[in-house]
């Protein structure tokens, strides 16, 4: 009998190293896949997969986590400086660069993270 979703713990989370036919023999599952009879049963004893809703985030709070990133708060910083002390083209420079920056550490996330990301700064990640 499958395992429930209640069940799942740790031994499971790494399944895609186990061998093919030890998680066949876990899930009683026969290669070919399961009868519709069987299938059927599973699904009124088990219920649908499906996955849990991610959380979502107010926008402010997309805001705060982007300004915890080290590079952008070095950016914010400095552009600061640069404005405070008159320094123009530095500051003009230096806020240019912050979305770009920013576009960068999202493109080093996960897929689905990255188009969260960019979607928080307006960009279309195609």
């Not at 499971?12 to 519709?36: I, N």
């Not at 982007?66 to 400086?81: D, E, G, K, S, T």
């Not at 806020?95 to 920056?101: E, F, I, T």
Request: net charge positive; charged share 20%.
């Amino acid at each position: 009998m499958p395992l429930k979703p209640s069940t799942y713990g740790p031994a499971v989370e790494a399944f895609w190293r186990e061998p093919t036919s030890s998680l066949l023999r876990t899930l009683d599952a026969p290669r070919r896949g399961l009868r519709q009879q069987e299938a059927e049963r599973r699904l009124a004893q088990i219920g649908p997969n499906l996955a849990e809703p991610s959380q979502t985030r107010s926008m402010l709070q997309k805001v705060v986590h982007r300004l915890i990133n080290p590079l952008i708060a070095i950016l914010i910083v400095a552009a600061a400086v640069s404005g405070f002390s008159g320094d123009l083209g530095s500051f003009a420079i230096i806020v240019l660069v912050g979305p770009v920056a920013d576009a960068g550490y999202c493109a080093g996330t996960s897929r689905g993270s990255r188009c969260r990301c960019l979607a928080t700064i307006g960009c279309d990640p195609g």
